[in-house]
């Protein structure tokens, strides 16, 4: 039964991906993509990155993916088994991929690590503005994690491992970029999230 994962390492999406194949103890294979191929065209029909494939069933979307883990595999449950926990949890999933994703991951990672290093030009000004957005966004869910361990409650969920790469890969921005700082109860759960194993085990080279 063989689990392959399209993606890239430095992906934050795959990142999240991997950390739910990591927690459930799921064995995988990580294959490298070409966005612009037709292969890749009829797995993703966006060309982004991840896809999973399972035994020949393919899935896109990395929360749509993660939930898969978390549901074909055996092992530790990665959502919260009440309804008002997955729901929780699905609220933080999708205000994430709304306001935290987008300015983030679009506005701030991909022009500093991957435009930037191929001398491909971008607005700096529309960073430090995207990076303005994603702090905004992040103050709500460290409001929440100031009361609560994680955003669903007292044990991680997907929710927590979708956010956990944006955080991480944040950390290493400077200046205006910094979307991280500012957010006390978001710097305990880092330290509480990136303890566990899973972290370690993902980590990007
Ligand atoms: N909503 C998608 C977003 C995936 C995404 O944007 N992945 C990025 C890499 S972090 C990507 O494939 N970018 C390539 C592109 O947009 O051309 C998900 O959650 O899987």
């Known amino acids: 039964m063989p689990v392959i994962l399209h993606g890239s390492p430095f992906s934050t999406f795959t990142w999240s991906a991997r950390l739910a194949l990591a927690e459930k103890g799921v064995e995988y294979t990580i294959q490298g993509v070409d966005l612009r191929s037709d292969d890749y065209g009829k797995m993703h029909p966006w060309r982004r990155m991840p896809v999973l494939d399972h035994d020949g069933f393919r899935v896109f979307e990395s929360a749509a993916v993660m939930r898969y883990v978390d549901e074909a595999f055996p092992g530790p449950a990665l959502q919260p088994a009440d309804p008002a926990g997955r729901a929780r949890m699905t609220q933080w999933l999708s205000a994430f991929a709304d306001n935290v994703a987008i300015p983030a991951v679009r506005g701030v990672l991909i022009p500093r690590y991957v435009l930037a290093p191929r001398g491909i030009p971008f607005d700096e000004a529309k960073v430090a503005v995207r990076a303005a957005e994603a702090h ?26 979708m956010l956990l790469p944006v955080m991480a890969s944040g950390g290493g921005l400077t200046g205006a970029d910094r979307y991280t700082d500012g957010l006390p109860a978001l710097d305990a759960w880092m330290v509480r999230m990136t303890a566990r194993p899973s972290f370690a085990a993902t980590l990007p080279h």
């Open 136 to 161: 905004g966004s992040l103050r709500h869910f460290d409001a929440t994690l100031s009361s609560s361990p994680y955003l669903a409650g007292a044990e991680p969920s997907l929710a927590d491992w």
